[in-house]
């Protein structure tokens, strides 16, 4: 699994650790979804306005939100040249998981690991617009966080 990373706050964030949670969370969601190709995901953390403005031009809601997802569904290559699958873009607002990990009372690194699993979901193909997809996206992203050891 490649990761590809950016830090487009004014934030100064510590990316490996970043990096390390993100990639375990991503390589656990696609082992409970038993997706064995090489991947490539594309994970970027922004600000408020950025997310909103996406938020707004993509989905037309105009207010922030916590995570967006872009899926690709496409083959592409590595740098070597490898067949790689482009799962997509995860886009996370930094501001409103800091909020979130406050609301919930948990710490940003686990709200982040579960905007990752979730978003990383939909990158698969989940939605939550129906009861029933919901509660089927509830359970695996259950799953994926107990078997980080991180569910509340």
Known sequence: MNLLLANDTKNDLDLDLIRERAEKTIE???????FTENAEVSLSIVDMETIHRLNKEYREVDRPT???????????????GNSI??????VICLDVAENQAKDFGHSLEREMMYLICHSTLH???????????????????KEVMKNLGVFK
């Open 66 to 80: 916590d995570v967006l997802s872009f899926p690709m569904d496409e083959e592409g290559y590595d740098n070597e």
């Open 85 to 90: 699958f482009l799962l997509g873009d995860i």
């Open 123 to 141: 990158l698969l193909g989940y939605d939550h617009i129906e009861e029933d997809d919901k509660l089927e996206m509830r359970s695996r992203e």
């Open 28 to 34: 656990e969601v696609l082992r409970v979804e038993n």
